[in-house]
């Protein structure tokens, strides 16, 4: 495709102006407040060698969840960890049974729920704002902002939440937030903290529990591996795990210890403050697909030609 010098002039006013209009009405990129956590969030530790797999958690999520629970006496059916379960909008806690240790020859029970990410993906993913990461370390979710477009599910490393695809008219995206509401209230604890008959979960301050499970770590070296999930794995989590067992044989994801925020907000940034707004591209494509249309050429063509007679 050859240009002459005015349709050369209209691509470059084109691309000028959708440039300069992408670059006027564009928002700046915002950060999440993502990192550190500040000073008074809170978590769980999880000692997963206390864990007897009686799955009272669960049935303490789903009743503080609102749901409709069947009598305790039935969450101690071992049958349910005949196959690996995932948490589920009805569900959003579940515990896994995996082998243990050789030497020990019993089985590792495994709690798994949102993690509450120091610097949340799903919050950052989130459009309209119905992910939000609370002051004291619990990610909340507000369904009357939700518009449905579930990409917090695509950005969550854990692959956390669920959604009600089964309810067709007021489906929501579904997750434990913490028992939010009830760590709101003095001397609060979550619904599965409470109920835990062997104390496999303590609930406080993130800082506090970092120092316990290190503690412990050291005071019975062959009884934990020396890692913390959660310490550092995506920048962070309010929800801390212990192990006897290496936490890749629990199917715990193994992750870097960089925010995914971090990366994708960075890049965004560097589009909109270091390069040409992608409606400038757009605007320049646009057009040079305009000036080469084979229909306005032959069109031009012609005009052309009729002028000359």
């Keep these: 495709m050859s ?14 102006t959708g440039g300069s209009a992408a670059y006027l009405s564009a928002e700046p990129a915002q950060a999440s407040e993502g990192g550190q956590p500040l000073g008074d969030a809170v978590g769980v530790l999880v000692d997963i060698p206390n864990c007897i797999g009686c799955r009272s958690c669960e049935y303490a999520c789903q009743k503080a969840a609102g749901f409709d629970v069947p009598a ?20 959003h806690t579940v515990v896994n049974a995996f082998d243990g240790p ?9 709690k798994i729920n949102c993690l509450h990410c120091n610097d949340p993906a799903c919050v ?7 992910f939000r990461k ?14 449905g477009c579930r990409y917090c599910m695509v950005a969550c490393p854990f692959q ?21 509401d009830l760590i709101s209230q003095p001397g609060g604890v979550p619904a ?44 962070g989590t309010s929800w801390l795990y212990l192990s006897s067992v290496p936490f890749e044989e629990l199917n715990f994801v193994k992750l870097d210890s960089k925010a995914p925020p971090r990366l994708t907000e960075s890049i ?33 063509a012609e005009s052309s030609a009729g002028h000359r007679e």
């Design 3 to 16: 240009l002459n010098r005015r349709d050369f002039l209209k691509v470059v006013g084109l691309a000028g």
């Design 72 to 91: 305790l006496e039935s969450f101690s059916d071992k049958s349910a960890f005949a196959e690996y379960r995932r948490p589920a909008p009805r569900s």
């Design 102 to 110: 050789p030497s020990a020859g019993e089985l590792v029970y495994a």
């Design 124 to 130: 950052s993913a989130c459009l309209v704002g119905a």
């Design 134 to 147: 609370q002051p004291n370390g619990a990610v909340t979710y507000d369904a009357w902002k939700c518009i």
């Design 160 to 180: 956390i939440p669920t959604y009600e695809y089964d309810n067709a008219l007021t489906p929501q995206v579904r997750k434990c937030t913490l028992c939010f």
């Design 192 to 235: 599965c903290v409470r109920i835990c008959p062997t104390e496999c979960l303590t609930f406080g301050k993130r800082s506090g529990l970092l120092d316990l499970a290190h503690e412990k770590i050291r005071n019975e070296p062959d009884r934990y591996v020396d890692h913390v999930y959660g310490e550092h794995e995506v920048g």
């Design 268 to 300: 965004q940034h560097a589009v909109f403050k270091r390069f040409v707004p992608p409606l400038a591209w757009y605007g320049l494509l646009g057009a040079i697909m305009w000036l080469a249309d084979p229909r306005r050429q032959a069109e031009s």
